[in-house]
């Protein structure tokens, strides 16, 4: 039986309270197609592990992950310890240190789900951000002067490479072209006049490979806009790491809630595990009331299961969450419900 390494990295705050479920339907679907897993779980990578001792996780933490075939996390983050600190501290060490480049992010309406957004109805949003990942607003390139006195200052240089900006598109210009073949980029290469540009020449220069694909562009401010006037015409859309981040969010909320969505960390060479999350972050205003959604949790478990090769059991996955959305009125209070994180998890395994 082939069993699947798996790292669990619950983090902080509602983190720890949607991965077990997500580990619960993951056992279930194992169970179903034949395959195993071994968890090792890292419990206590969080930022209370920062308070007490320094660090978000050992020094040598990347070093045990690395022979794992996924990685599994929750969330971190919490008040007291500021966010950059855990942030850097763990998931942006873990993206970079295996590679990560790409940040996928399906959007979907389910059937069942009022989205806030009058024209976002189920069956016709289905898109997904490409999201690069390592590189560009992101960089540790910069710094301050001056602390405490007025002509305090603070730099931060954007980082764009040929390489880092180019296997990013080539990704997401391959996943086009078996999606509806339609990429959409963002850019801002009116504002910013350095990076942007190059990244526009490079989206026209890859385009070239891909003939099938049609591609057009939208400069960000516009494309927020179009993202909640018309939903419904994007297939995949790429963008640098901030874009990405932002978009992602956006688009999160336009499918009902941020606790529904999920996210693959991909290093698409499969040099290195890949990291699979919710969008969400570690929620603290609802924390420790069992009441987080854990839908976003179980979906990325769901694509962890496809990087894994199981794209049938991945499948019967989001089945089963379109069913308990879509014929059920099981929600928790993100939804507008009164479900707990627990009884929306016993409906969908037992939909599943
Ligand atoms: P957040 O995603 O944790 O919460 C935003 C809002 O959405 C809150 O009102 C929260 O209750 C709600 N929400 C989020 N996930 C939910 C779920 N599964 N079910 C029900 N409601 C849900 O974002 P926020 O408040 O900006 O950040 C909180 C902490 O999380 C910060 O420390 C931040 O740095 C961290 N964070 C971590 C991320 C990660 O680990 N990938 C991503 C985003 C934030
Ligand atoms: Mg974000």
Request: charge should be negative.
């Amino acid at each position: 039986m082939t069993n699947h390494r798996i790292a669990l990295i619950p983090g902080d705050g509602i983190g720890t309270e949607v991965l077990p479920p997500a580990q619960q339907v993951l056992d279930v679907v194992g169970r179903r197609y034949g395959f195993g897993f071994s968890y090792t779980s890292y419990d206590d990578w969080s930022c209370e592990r920062y308070l007490r001792e320094g660090a978000m996780m050992p020094a040598d933490g990347l070093d045990q992950l690395r022979d794992k075939d996924a990685i599994l996390l929750g969330a971190v983050g919490y008040p007291g310890v500021p966010d950059h600190v855990s942030l850097w501290g763990l998931l942006i060490p873990i993206r970079r240190a295996f590679r990560q480049y790409v940040n996928l992010r399906p959007i979907r309406v389910f059937e069942g789900i009022d989205s806030p957004v009058r024209g976002a109805v189920h069956g016709d949003v289905d898109f997904v951000v490409v999201r690069e990942n390592v590189e560009g607003e992101y960089s540790e390139i910069g710094g301050r002067l001056n602390r405490g006195f007025p002509e305090e200052m603070a730099v931060q240089e954007a980082v764009f490479t040929r390489a880092g900006v180019t296997r990013v598109l080539d990704y997401a210009y391959a996943l086009a072209a078996r999606r509806g073949g339609k990429l959409t980029s963002a850019t801002k290469s009116n504002g910013i006049v350095h990076t942007m540009p190059f990244w526009d020449e490079l989206v026209a220069e890859r385009g070239t490979a891909y003939p099938q694909v049609t591609r057009d562009q939208e400069h960000i401010d516009a494309l927020a806009a179009k993202f909640v006037l018309d939903p419904a015409r994007f297939d995949v859309v790429v963008a640098s790491n901030l874009f990405g981040d932002i978009l992602s969010d956006l688009a999160a909320a336009i499918a009902g809630s941020i606790g529904i969505a999920p996210a693959a960390n991909l290093n698409p060479e499969r040099d290195f595990p890949s990291m699979f999350e919710p969008v969400h972050g570690s929620a603290p205003d609802i924390a420790g009331r069992g009441i987080a959604n854990p839908l976003g949790a179980i979906w990325s478990a769901a694509m962890m299961l496809d990087h894994l090769g199981h794209a049938e059991a991945a499948t019967d996955i989001t089945d089963a969450t379109a069913a308990v959305l879509g014929r059920t009125d099981i929600r928790t209070p993100d939804l507008g419900g009164t479900a707990t994180t627990a009884e929306l998890t016993d409906k969908l395994l037992e939909l599943l």
